[in-house]
C-alpha cells in the first residue's frame, strides 16, 4: 500500500512502479491541484497499456467526484 502525500500527490504518483497490482492510500489527501489531476490521468493510462488494476481506498467524496468526472472513477476499483 502506498500513501499518498498530500502535499506531493504528483511526486507520489510518477514514482509508482507498475509490476503488479497498485495499492494507493489517498486518506490523506483533501483535494488535488491540476499536476495532481494530470498524474492520477498519466496514472490510469500507464496502468492500462500495462494491464495493472490500480486499487484506491480512502478517496473522500469530494475527490471521489472529482475522479469520476476526469473519467478515472471507472478505471480504478475504489475500496473503504
Known amino acids: 500500500m502506498i ?10 504518483l510518477h ?19 491540476t499536476q495532481a489531476a494530470e498524474a492520477i490521468a ?4 500507464r496502468a492500462d497499456a500495462a494491464s495493472v488494476q490500480v486499487h484506491v481506498r ?4 469530494g475527490l471521489h467526484k472529482v475522479l469520476k468526472l476526469m473519467g478515472v472513477g471507472r478505471r480504478f476499483t475504489f475500496t473503504s
Open 3 to 12: 500513501a499518498v502525500d498530500p502535499e506531493h500527490v504528483a511526486r507520489t
Open 15 to 33: 514514482k509508482v512502479g507498475l509490476s503488479g497490482d497498485v495499492w494507493l492510500d489517498f486518506s490523506a489527501v483533501e483535494r488535488i491541484d
Open 42 to 45: 498519466d496514472l490510469a493510462d
Open 58 to 61: 480512502g478517496v473522500n467524496a
